[in-house]
């Protein structure tokens, strides 16, 4: 990692190989936006075409050597690779470029370190940085291989580099048991609100979005809300009200992003199961980006294998104000919205209420003073709006749970 105490950018040089494996300018064009949030200062990138990555040294000896040159002349201090680099890889590269190097994997895990605040939050993250860390030891250098001193920290003749293997895989079983116990809690507070009959609704979408800022504007909810990649990690909860007077308890899950590296998804692996086992799923979308669709499927990719398929699912268009809308027709599963002009809330608010399951039933009842006892039952799995007492019975404004509402049609006041 590079650690920038003093909080002046850094001067960083993208690197980029281009196999065709991916788009390469898109790519590299979102790692500058990560350096960026990182608190790098992005003053020249290179892009390498070649038919397979050199496996010392990723790009070529010669491209290397080029980028040297224009290091000193830029006067940077950070190379960032659009690429997973192999511990011996990084440890050429630093050798002929003699600046730190860091690859787009170590980059992303450096900011989420950032931005967690949670104590969940933190242990997903350490626990990425140390299984992306414990392969990589290999091949760092001969600082990791001489044999160390200390009592009682290792056996006779153990190397300094099995000794750091060692350490990090007692921490990766410390840090595994610590969110095993903390997925355990979340499980149970998810048991409860199926119990208590609380419909979920989960944010997801690519990061920065707008999911925050959405959150924000419906709930009051006083999340941070940059205009930054990955601005927020920490899951937010908050109920709101549709308008047939059911609750539901919307949920902003972490950001997505194109190779988001594996043993973040895998960290993360629970925080991402708030959107399996929500009610329905909202997919906030920035309707001004030229890449929404290609970073919609990335999300849409991601909720099929946590097994999202059978969720019901919205598209909502957000940054609406900006333009683009006559791309966009609005439906039952689409809608556009301005989360920062909070336009478009009514509508998004209607299509949350339609696609939900039907758990209750806004109704309008006559019940009959000997009947008392069923206002009681409606009100412990319901909620009642209005009462007001009539020559015949009590008229009640109420939300009626669903296995309740076949015996009060016998008593729909017209």
Not at 149 to 173: A, M, N, V
Not at 289 to 299: C, L
Not at 312 to 327: L, S
Not at 360 to 375: E, N, V
């Amino acid at each position: 990692m590079y650690e920038n105490k003093n909080e002046v950018p850094v001067k960083a040089v993208l690197a980029c190989v281009d196999t065709g494996e991916f788009d390469a300018e898109i790519s590299i064009k979102e790692l500058a936006e990560l350096a960026q949030t990182a608190n790098a200062e992005v003053v020249g990138e290179v892009i390498q075409k070649k038919q397979t990555y050199d496996s010392a040294t990723c790009m070529g000896s010669g491209r290397l050597e080029e980028l040297k040159e224009q290091l000193e002349i830029l006067e940077a201090e950070l190379v960032i690779f659009d690429h997973e680099l192999t511990g011996v890889q990084v440890r050429n590269i630093e050798n002929i470029l003699d600046v730190h190097v860091i690859d787009r994997t170590t980059l992303i895990l450096d900011i989420f370190a950032q931005r967690a605040r949670t104590k969940e939050g933190k242990l997903q993250v350490e626990l990425a940085q140390q299984k992306y860390r414990l392969p990589r030891l290999t091949g760092m250098g001969t600082a990791l291989s001489r044999l160390g001193g200390g009592i009682g920290t290792r056996g006779p003749g153990e190397t300094k580099l099995e000794t750091d293997k060692r350490h990090i895989r007692k921490r990766i079983s410390y840090l595994e048991d610590e969110l095993e116990e903390l997925k355990k809690h979340r499980n149970f507070s998810r048991s409860r609100r199926k119990k208590d009959g609380i419909l979920c609704c989960a944010i997801v979408g690519y990061t920065n979005v707008g999911k925050s800022t959405l959150l924000n504007a419906l709930t009051d909810a006083g999340v941070l809300a940059e205009n930054k990649l990955f601005a927020t990690l920490d899951i937010t909860s908050r109920s709101i009200e549709l308008p047939d007077g059911r609750s539901v308890m919307l949920i902003d899950t972490v950001g997505l992003i194109r190779r988001l590296p594996h043993n973040l998804v895998e960290a993360f692996k629970s925080t991402l199961e708030e959107a399996a086992n929500a009610d329905i799923i909202l997919n906030v979308q920035d309707i001004s980006s030229p890449e929404r669709e290609q970073q919609a499927e990335v999300t849409r990719t991601l909720l099929s294998e946590l097994g999202c398929d059978g969720i019901p699912q919205i598209d909502v268009m957000n940054k609406a104000d900006i333009g683009y809308t006559d791309t966009v027709f609005e439906n039952d599963t689409t809608v556009l919205i301005s989360a920062e002009q909070q336009t478009g809330f009514d509508r998004l608010l209607e299509c949350i209420m339609k696609n939900l399951p039907e758990t209750s039933k806004r109704m309008k009842l006559l019940i009959p003073y000997d009947k008392t006892a069923f206002i009681n039952r409606i009100r412990i799995d319901g909620k009642i709006f209005s009462e007001e007492y009539q020559e015949t019975g009590t008229l009640i404004d109420a939300l009626v749970d669903i296995k309740l509402i076949k015996e009060a049609e016998g008593y729909l006041w017209k």
